[in-house]
């Protein structure tokens, strides 16, 4: 273990003594600002590590507060990679509802990092053996089971996970790492994010070897996965939360090859059908933008089905039809004006109807929206709000107007 490592670690210890607990509970809150003196302050009592690192975890708990909630965050111990890696609770408890509704009562989560997954395995009333390679990444996990009080049920072991026999378990779940690290379930960092899935760590084969071991497995993997690259047995399923696309799992031992969509809150599923592209029709009255989970699943053609609408162009994932209708699977917007994409022209236009507010989209389209918002509402020009698609329409490049449709 390097010099760094063996430090973060005893630090990481520190924090777990009554003297840490009482740091941790006395620094909740210091705004950045305040930082410097605060440790000033209380480096006259204490060792200067463990103020630095208990300070270091309050940021932590407050990055994390987005995933697992302000309740859970303020009493789990996190480290940096860990609260980038970790799987938000909703999605967690998602995945962890739909092995408790598959009868699974036991499972082997490699990979296991913080241990999030565990959490909400353990939740659902799941016993878990949960593995890591990286000392660090393990001491947090096995701290975060005892803290929220779920040490009964999960099992934390530093291991390589390819080391680990998994066939007393029910399933299998597997989180590889993403943006390096060593194999076996090591400690989760690196240069950048890994799009390639035999270059994760562990690689997707081993991962799906794994995952045939056990009568039922979900493997997390990006949601770029290329579709050629789902295993003939597996269902893939893409998952967001609240309209931001969070990830992939392949499934084993539930219906193999299917493609679902899953929006959360909800949740809100939707099953491909196999359907083929679907056509593409004039600009309509309203414009169906379907959630990043539905694009990346490639289930555009099931909902342009359920709206009995088309594509703008071919290339480019935007529903359109004549009819509002309610779709779960798409956000509806009613388009007021279609107009060849021109800078001036669209400034004009929004300074004619006192527009104050601008939402700018695109799909197809290689301008920046930062960029274009500056260029034609250097100022609010009144109370009016506008969302702008740029886009393409039977291959031009095109503006469409409008706002969101509440109503059907």
């Given at each position: 273990?390097?010099?760094?490592?063996?430090?973060?670690?005893?630090?990481?210890?520190?924090?777990?003594?009554?003297?840490?607990?009482?740091?941790?509970?006395?620094?909740?809150?210091?705004?950045?600002?305040?930082?410097?003196?605060?440790a000033?302050?209380?480096?006259?009592?204490?060792?200067?590590?463990l103020?630095?690192?208990?300070?270091?975890?309050?940021?932590?708990?407050?990055?994390?507060?987005?995933k697992?909630?302000?309740?859970?965050?303020?009493?789990?111990?996190?480290?940096p990679n860990?609260?980038?890696?970790?799987?938000?609770?909703?999605?967690?408890?998602?995945?962890?509802?739909?092995?408790?509704?598959?009868?699974?009562?036991?499972?082997?989560?490699?990979?296991?990092?913080?241990?999030?997954?565990?959490?909400?395995?353990?939740?659902?009333?799941?016993?878990?053996?949960?593995?890591?390679?990286?000392?660090?990444?393990?001491?947090?996990?096995?701290?975060?089971?005892?803290?929220?009080?779920?040490?009964?049920?999960?099992?934390?072991?530093?291991?390589?996970?390819?080391?680990?026999?998994?066939?007393?378990y029910?399933?299998?779940?597997?989180?590889?790492?993403?943006?390096?690290?060593?194999?076996?379930?090591?400690?989760?960092?690196?240069?950048?994010?890994?799009?390639?899935?035999?270059a994760?760590?562990?690689?997707?084969?081993?991962?799906?070897?794994?995952?045939?071991?056990?009568?039922?497995?979900?493997?997390?993997?990006?949601?770029?996965?290329?579709?050629?690259?789902?295993?003939?047995?597996?269902?893939a399923?893409?998952?967001?939360?609240?309209?931001?696309?969070?990830?992939?799992?392949?499934?084993?031992?539930?219906?193999?090859?299917?493609?679902?969509a899953?929006?959360?809150?909800?949740?809100?599923?939707?099953?491909?059908r196999?359907?083929?592209?679907?056509?593409?029709?004039?600009?309509?009255?309203?414009?169906?933008?379907?959630?990043?989970?539905?694009?990346?699943?490639?289930?555009?053609?099931?909902?342009a089905?359920?709206?009995?609408?088309?594509?703008?162009?071919?290339?480019?994932?935007?529903?359109?039809?004549?009819?509002?209708?309610?779709?779960?699977?798409?956000?509806?917007?009613?388009?007021?004006?279609?107009?060849?994409?021109?800078?001036?022209?669209?400034?004009?236009?929004?300074?004619?109807?006192?527009?104050?507010?601008?939402?700018?989209?695109?799909?197809?389209?290689?301008?920046?929206?930062?960029?274009?918002?500056?260029k034609?509402?250097?100022?609010?020009?009144?109370?009016?709000?506008?969302?702008?698609?740029l886009?393409?329409?039977?291959?031009?490049?095109?503006?469409?107007?409008?706002?969101?449709?509440?109503?059907?």
């Open positions: 273990m390097a010099d760094n490592d063996r430090v973060n670690d005893l630090s990481f210890a520190s924090l777990l003594t009554p003297e840490g607990r009482a740091l941790l509970d006395e620094v909740r809150g210091t705004a950045p600002a305040q930082e410097l003196a605060v000033t302050r209380l480096r006259r009592e204490h060792p200067a590590e103020v630095s690192a208990a300070l270091t975890q309050a940021r932590l708990r407050e990055r994390a507060a987005a697992f909630g302000a309740e859970d965050a303020r009493r789990m111990f996190f480290t860990g609260v980038e890696q970790s799987t938000r609770t909703a999605v967690a408890t998602h995945r962890a509802e739909r092995m408790r509704a598959l009868g699974v009562t036991s499972v082997a989560d490699l990979c296991c990092g913080i241990g999030g997954d565990a959490l909400a395995l353990a939740r659902a009333g799941i016993r878990v053996l949960a593995v890591d390679r990286d000392p660090l990444t393990v001491a947090a996990a096995r701290a975060n089971a005892e803290e929220l009080g779920l040490s009964a049920l999960i099992e934390v072991r530093e291991a390589d996970v390819t080391e680990v026999d998994v066939s007393a029910d399933a299998v779940f597997v989180d590889p790492a993403r943006r390096g690290g060593r194999p076996g379930g090591g400690a989760r960092g690196g240069s950048g994010r890994i799009f390639d899935p035999e994760y760590s562990p690689p997707l084969s081993w991962a799906v070897a794994a995952a045939r071991r056990a009568p039922h497995a979900a493997l997390k993997v990006a949601p770029g996965i290329p579709h050629e690259a789902v295993p003939d047995e597996a269902e399923e893409w998952i967001s939360d609240g309209g931001d696309v969070k990830e992939a799992v392949l499934w084993f031992g539930t219906e193999p090859g299917l493609v679902r899953t929006l959360l809150p909800g949740p809100r599923v939707l099953r491909g196999g359907l083929p592209d679907p056509p593409v029709h004039p600009v309509g009255r309203y414009l169906y933008e379907p959630d990043g989970a539905v694009i990346r699943a490639h289930l555009v053609a099931e909902v089905e359920e709206l009995d609408g088309g594509l703008i162009d071919e290339t480019i994932a935007y529903v359109t039809a004549d009819e509002r209708r309610d779709c779960p699977h798409a956000t509806a917007y009613e388009i007021t004006d279609r107009l060849p994409f021109h800078v001036k022209r669209l400034k004009a236009l929004l300074r004619e109807r006192e527009v104050g507010v601008l939402t700018v989209k695109k799909r197809g389209s290689a301008v920046e929206p930062e960029e274009l918002r500056r034609v509402l250097p100022k609010p020009y009144g109370p009016n709000a506008v969302t702008v698609f886009t393409r329409v039977a291959g031009a490049p095109t503006m469409l107007l409008g706002h969101p449709s509440d109503r059907a």
